[in-house]
């Protein structure tokens, strides 16, 4: 299933196409590590909501800021000249 929602990135934001894939990928570690070694399945857990965490610190991709910016300059194009400011977040 990782490899399926890898390849096809069905969701516009990259970071749901990325925490995603990399969860379905921790959970098959994480069966494996039930199975095998109990510290593998702990960590393979955790790496979904450290992901999630550290997403949260850069809430915008860069293309999101391109979509935002190429909408933007749709609308404003047929009215005249066009001023266009970029913003980038970043909390850390």
Same mark, same amino acid.
């Given at each position: 299933? @990782?490899?399926?929602?890898?390849?096809?990135?069905? %969701?516009? #934001?990259?970071? !749901?196409?990325?925490?995603?894939?990399?969860?379905? @990928?921790?959970?098959? +570690?994480?069966?494996l590590? %039930?199975?095998?070694?109990?510290? +593998?399945?702990?960590?393979?857990?955790? !790496?979904?909501?450290? +992901? $999630? !965490?550290l997403?949260? $610190?850069?809430?915008?991709? #860069?293309?999101? /800021?391109?979509l935002? /910016?190429?909408?933007e /300059?749709?609308?404003? +194009?047929?009215?005249?000249?066009?001023?266009?400011?970029?913003e980038q977040? #970043?909390? /850390?």
């Amino acid at each position: 299933m @990782a490899l399926i929602i890898g390849t096809a990135r069905p %969701f516009v #934001q990259p970071q !749901v196409n990325v925490l995603q894939t990399t969860s379905f @990928a921790c959970l098959a +570690l994480a069966a494996l590590g %039930f199975r095998f070694c109990t510290w +593998l399945s702990r960590v393979a857990l955790a !790496v979904p909501v450290l +992901l $999630l !965490v550290l997403s949260m $610190l850069r809430p915008d991709s #860069q293309e999101a /800021l391109a979509l935002r /910016l190429h909408k933007e /300059l749709e609308e404003k +194009l047929p009215s005249g000249p066009v001023k266009v400011s970029a913003e980038q977040a #970043q909390f /850390l």
